[in-house]
């Protein structure tokens, strides 16, 4: 069975622009999961997709977004990127979260803002 | 608030030692809890889970125990190995509405042959 997938593997930006990071769950995994891995902040959760609908969020500005699509997978989009927004960026994936459910991570997205 | 606290490392370990990385944890009601590894370069992988008080969880030698009187979800392994080097997080989980995982800030483990 394939795990989560993410793409790029790495990313580098300058200021100001905007990054779009993807992600692909594991096939029968309904929900996604975004969290930041920053140097020396630790793990932090961004945002959770379930069934196309964002159902909870982490202490994120707005310019940090995402999406779910109909097969799944998810992209965040992180705009007007600033430097600290550096980071390795994991997806997670669990099936439908009617109960608690283990979250299955992919490699990540290391995001270098220059 | 929900949190979880885990010994800070650097742990520096000879081939075969004993391991023990403490994690304690403060919550309300009864959350799922875990250990993930993190090896050099690469993502999160699950190395084991515990959904209620007393559960212990196991994989690849290593082991915890939920210990609700403690608050705590300590992970051991009898006989560490070069390739067990990694940073370990611990991590908590309600379901529900949140559905998020609340990490430790993690410990990494080096292990010397």
């Known amino acids: 069975e394939a795990g989560v997938t993410q793409s790029p593997t790495h990313l580098i930006k300058t200021r100001g622009q905007q990054a779009t990071l993807r992600c692909s769950p594991i096939?029968?995994?309904?929900?996604v999961y975004w969290y930041q891995q920053a140097l020396g902040l630790g793990l932090q959760f961004l945002l959770w997709?379930?069934?196309?609908?964002?159902?909870n969020r982490g202490n994120f500005p707005p310019r940090f977004s995402g999406r779910q699509f109909p097969n799944y997978s998810s992209e965040l989009n992180v705009n007007a990127l600033e430097l600290e927004d550096s980071a390795l960026y994991l997806c997670a994936s669990s099936k439908p979260a009617l109960a608690v459910e283990t979250q299955y991570f992919g490699p990540g997205t290391r995001l270098l803002v220059l | 608030g929900n949190s979880v606290t885990q010994m800070e490392g650097p742990v520096t370990l000879s081939e075969e030692a004993f391991l023990t990385i403490n994690c304690t944890y403060t919550a309300t009601g009864y959350p799922s809890l875990f250990w993930y590894v993190q090896y050099p370069g690469e993502g999160l992988q699950l190395l084991l889970k515990a959904t209620k008080a007393d559960d212990k969880g196991s994989n690849k030698g290593f082991e915890a125990t939920y210990r609700k009187e403690t608050t705590s979800f300590h992970l051991e392994k009898g006989s560490v190995q070069v390739s067990d080097s990694a940073v370990y997080f611990c991590?908590?989980?309600?379901?529900?509405?949140?559905?998020?995982?609340?990490f430790g800030t993690g410990t990494l483990l080096a292990v010397q042959p």
């Open positions: 991590a908590l989980l309600y379901g529900g509405a949140t559905n998020k995982l609340i």
């Open positions: 997709y379930d069934e196309g609908e964002e159902r």
């Open positions: 096939s029968g995994h309904t929900s």
